[in-house]
């Protein structure tokens, strides 16, 4: 047993808690991956480049990540980002199949950004999402950079992708896929949410840009 049943919920209860238990929920998870991996705040904030002002708030549940902050932590914990999803009931998720009703997720409340894990738990070389993103939605203020490829197929509403400090405005119907190495982040900048379908490969040894 790996211990996520404790610092996580269900899918259903996610949907219906507030913003505050959310934030609260994750910023538990943090803290308890960090402290599994006898690491101190301090390391922490040196792996990833994160004050360790806003590491301990990050715990505290006083300020939320964006989806950088959140691969950033996800590297130097060692765990994938998934590791930060609910975790669904095992028995309605066979090794190989995610149904639409077991899947995880994750709520980026600050960010505007809700993500839905489309690969089952375990070990792989890829992760499939969808993501949400509200108006307004982004995956933060700086650009990220790592190995591995990412992917993605808009399914409805319009995604702004940025890559090597270039726009990109892709609507419904448009896919994408680049070197995870090019300066990358997207936003939402409309009035109505927009689904993605994301894809990215799993590395070990990534490293924060600059």
């Known amino acids: 047993m790996d211990g996520r049943g404790d610092m996580n919920g269900t899918k259903e209860a996610a949907a219906t808690e507030t913003d505050d238990a959310v934030d ?5 998870t943090v803290r308890l991956l960090r402290q599994r991996a006898g690491l101190s705040i301090q390391d922490v904030a ?50 190989y199949i995610v149904r639409k009703n077991a ?20 070990k792989g070389q890829l992760e499939l999402y969808e993501l949400t993103l509200n108006p307004g939605a982004s ?18 509403g319009s995604l702004r992708l940025w890559l090597d400090n270039q726009a990109h405005v892709l609507e419904a119907g448009d896919s ?12 939402n900048p ?14 070990q040894t990534d490293t924060p840009a600059g």
């Open 46 to 95: 040196s792996k990833t480049g994160l004050s360790t002002g806003m590491i301990s708030q990050l715990e505290r549940a006083r300020a939320m990540p964006s989806i950088r902050t959140l691969r950033l932590l996800s590297i130097a914990l060692d765990v994938p980002i998934s590791y930060f999803f609910e975790t669904s009931d095992p028995a309605e998720a066979p090794p």
């Open 139 to 156: 995956s933060g203020t700086d650009f990220l950079q790592h190995t591995g490829e990412k992917a993605g197929y808009i399914l409805s």
């Open 190 to 203: 409309t009035q109505q949410a927009a689904r993605v379908i994301w894809v990215t490969t799993l590395r």
């Open 103 to 122: 899947r995880r997720l994750l709520r980026l409340t600050a960010s505007g950004v809700v993500k839905e894990a489309l690969t089952p738990e375990g």
């Open 24 to 28: 609260q929920r994750l910023g538990e």
């Open 176 to 187: 994408f896929r680049f070197p995870s190495i090019v300066p990358h982040m997207f936003d």
